[in-house]
């Protein structure tokens, strides 16, 4: 069973950066594409980004290109979420996930495991 573990979210001023982490336990996960979602009050989860296994392919949503890098240490099993450019428009839960599969893709269903979510809020 694998368990992921989201830190380094926090109250941030809009303009702000944060970097968010995502630790892996119970097995590797170097065959594994990973991804982050996030969810606001109201709203449905939505996908962030997602890397694949080796990490050289990288996925986003259209809403965070070019403000947000994901990336992962397969040596460490931990991916992280390099945000930068904060507006109130992403505060949210912020989601950690693995896939079933080694390629990133976009849609909840292909992710097996789930963190419990980190809470960023951007607020002034």
């Known amino acids: 069973q694998v368990q992921l573990v989201e830190s380094g979210g926090r109250l941030v001023q809009p303009g702000g950066s944060l970097r968010l982490s995502c630790a892996a336990s119970?097995?590797?996960?170097?065959?594994?594409?990973m991804g982050w979602f996030r969810q606001a009050p109201g709203k449905e989860r939505e996908f962030v980004a997602a890397?694949?296994?080796?990490?050289?392919?990288?996925r986003y949503g259209d809403s965070v290109k070019g403000r947000f890098t994901i990336s992962r240490d397969n040596a460490e099993n931990t991916e992280y979420l390099q945000i930068n450019s904060l507006n109130p428009d992403d505060t949210a839960v912020y989601y950690c996930?693995?896939?079933?599969?080694?390629?990133?893709?976009?849609?909840?269903?292909?992710?097996?495991?789930w963190g419990q979510g980190t809470q960023v809020t951007v607020s002034s």
């Open positions: 996930a693995a896939s079933k599969n080694p390629w990133p893709e976009m849609m909840k269903a292909s992710y097996d495991y």
């Open positions: 119970g097995r590797t996960l170097d065959n594994n594409a």
């Open positions: 890397i694949s296994r080796s990490g050289g392919i990288i």
